[in-house]
């Protein structure tokens, strides 16, 4: 073969490494790029959606909804519209709290509720069912205990009681009811025998 045979071949390597050559030469090298400071800019967004928190036995555990939610690229957090964490505890009655809006940490371990919050209990086992209410919720999703430090109102059968703050722990069924506690507690609810 002569060299004008290879003549095409030898022209469109030399092109072909120039182009490479010009081009690694012009873009920037990864390691002199600063790294982007990230923002509390919304990175996501989702309309309808659902996390479920599985137990170790792969049963429901925790389940969040919201009608719309934004995630921030900084902090991780969830901005959401009219959530609801629903707990299920195999042998006690399940627990769902809701919110106008809410605040639900990167890891989903902490959710809070604002506005129009609420906290009900189903009933069960000669429990009456149990409702609060309140402005804000804290709710601490992998401890089941819920909180306020705004001031609460707690409607449980025909009970009524008012208060400057609460802790609910939902494992325990204990509540501690904080500041200038105001009640009136349902004559039916204070025989011998009734539950707690």
Same mark, same amino acid.
């Given at each position: ?20 050559? #010009? ?9 002199? %790029? ?10 996501? @967004?989702?309309?309808? @959606? ?37 707990? @299920?505890? &195999? ?36 429990? &009456? ?48 009811? #904080?500041?200038?506690?105001?009640? %009136? ?12």
């Amino acid at each position: 073969m002569n060299l004008l045979q290879w003549l095409p071949v030898l022209a469109m390597a030399a092109i072909a490494g120039g182009t490479y050559w #010009l081009l690694q030469a012009n873009l920037p090298s990864l390691a002199h %790029q600063a790294a982007r400071p990230k923002t509390h800019t919304p990175d996501y @967004f989702a309309d309808h @959606f659902s996390i479920t928190t599985l137990d170790e036995t792969g049963q429901t555990q925790y389940r969040i909804n919201a009608t719309k939610m934004t995630h921030y690229e900084d902090d991780d957090n969830i901005d959401a519209v009219l959530p609801s964490i629903r707990s @299920f505890t &195999p042998g006690k009655p399940d627990v769902t709290s809701y919110g106008d809006t809410g605040v639900i940490k990167g890891d989903g371990s902490i959710v809070d509720l604002y506005g129009n919050a609420k906290v009900l209990r189903d009933p069960g086992a000669g429990d &009456p069912a149990m409702a609060a209410y309140s402005e804000h919720f804290h709710v601490l999703v992998n401890d089941d205990i819920v909180e306020t430090e705004k001031p609460v109102k707690l409607v449980r059968g025909q009970s009524l009681t008012t208060a400057n703050g609460m802790i609910y722990n939902n494992v325990t069924r204990e509540m501690r009811l #904080l500041g200038q506690v105001r009640g %009136q507690i349902a004559a039916s609810e204070t025989l011998p025998g009734s539950s707690k």
